[in-house]
Nanobody, 121 residues
Framework: EVQLVESGGGEVQPGGSLRLACAVS????????MSWVRQGPGPGPEWVSQMNGISGWFDYADNVKGRFTMSRDVAKNTLYLQMNSLKPEDTALYYC??????????????RGQGTQVTVSS
């Protein structure tokens, strides 16, 4: 059974940091693309970052580049998203999904339920 379970969300002040985790079971994250996506108050999901599990290549949306870092623990089959210098506009439900940017935005077959991040003073 495929499961993606996110954790690590919470409420933080602007400028703060959070580290999200996505524990994956049912497939190997080193053999596929994985993405982080967020759903804020806007009309649709916003892609945040992606990883090529085979090559270890990472890519980020322009508005998080330099602040967010995606990583993985191969032994734990877990993804991470380190978020620094958080801004109120980063407030959203964050979820991980199997697939690259396009697949994740269109709607991956495999995604987690998400973890809420709220940035507020």
């Amino acid at each position: 059974e495929v499961q993606l379970v996110e954790s690590g969300g919470g409420e933080v002040q602007p400028g703060g940091s959070l580290r999200l985790a996505c524990a994956v079971s049912g497939f190997n994250i080193t053999r596929t693309f994985m993405s982080w996506v967020r759903q804020g108050p806007g009309p649709g999901p916003e892609w945040v970052s992606q990883m090529n599990g085979i090559s270890g290549w990472f890519d980020y949306a322009d508005n998080v580049k330099g602040r967010f870092t995606m990583s993985r623990d191969v032994a734990k089959n877990t993804l991470y998203l380190q978020m620094n210098s958080l801004k109120p506009e980063d407030t959203a439900l964050y979820y991980c999904a199997r697939g690259n940017k396009g697949t994740a935005i269109l709607g991956s077959t495999y995604r987690g339920q998400g973890t809420q991040v709220t940035v507020s003073s």
